[in-house]
């Protein structure tokens, strides 16, 4: 598990398109990395919030991370352009899931401009008891960045549903 405020290990995985993406390409902007699943219903929920608060941004990117390996190169597909979501990255051997750690879909990780991890955790405050959001750590962690400062939470718990790491 990698620690907060520690350098992110670089990585490549190719996208739906096959161009390869490297997460030191993006130095300089805030990089969100985004575990997904194109079944879990908590990254359905989670993925209209974070293109809604994508859009208010410059400098930052959104990287989405398709690592369950039970899930067709044709289902993530057809889901990310039903969604829209750019930039959707195959992780198909788990390697950069469990690189930093990721448990859960969505499981969101914040790199700052120098490549620092900033926050890990859940895009907002929905639990099992908490069914509407109240609360965008996201949001929050991204916005201190833009404003200059580190953010004040650094991580939550993973809330969605397992990477699914073997069939």
Not at 64 to 83: L, Q, Y
Not at 149 to 165: D, M, Q, W, Y
Request: proline residues 5%; charged residues 25%; glycine residues 6%.
């Amino acid at each position: 598990m990698m620690d907060i405020n520690q350098p992110v290990p670089d990585f490549a995985l190719p996208a739906l398109d096959g161009r390869l993406h490297r997460l030191s390409g993006h130095r300089g902007k805030i990089v969100i990395v985004n575990f997904w699943s194109c079944e879990c219903p908590h990254s359905e929920r989670t993925d209209r919030a974070i293109l809604s608060m994508l859009v208010q941004w410059q400098d930052v990117v959104l990287l989405t991370v398709a690592s369950n390996r039970n899930e067709s190169v044709g289902a993530i597909k057809a889901v990310a352009e039903a969604r829209r979501l750019p930039n959707l990255l195959l992780d198909q051997n788990c390697r950069v899931a469990d690189q930093l750690g990721a448990r859960t879909t969505p499981h969101v990780f914040v790199v700052d401009r120098e490549g620092i991890l900033r926050y890990r955790g859940t895009v907002d405050n929905v639990t099992f008891r908490q069914r509407v959001p109240t609360r965008f750590f996201l949001d929050e962690a991204v916005e201190s960045l833009l404003e200059g400062n580190l953010p004040n939470l650094t991580e939550s718990p993973a809330f969605g549903c397992t990477i699914v790491r073997e069939i």
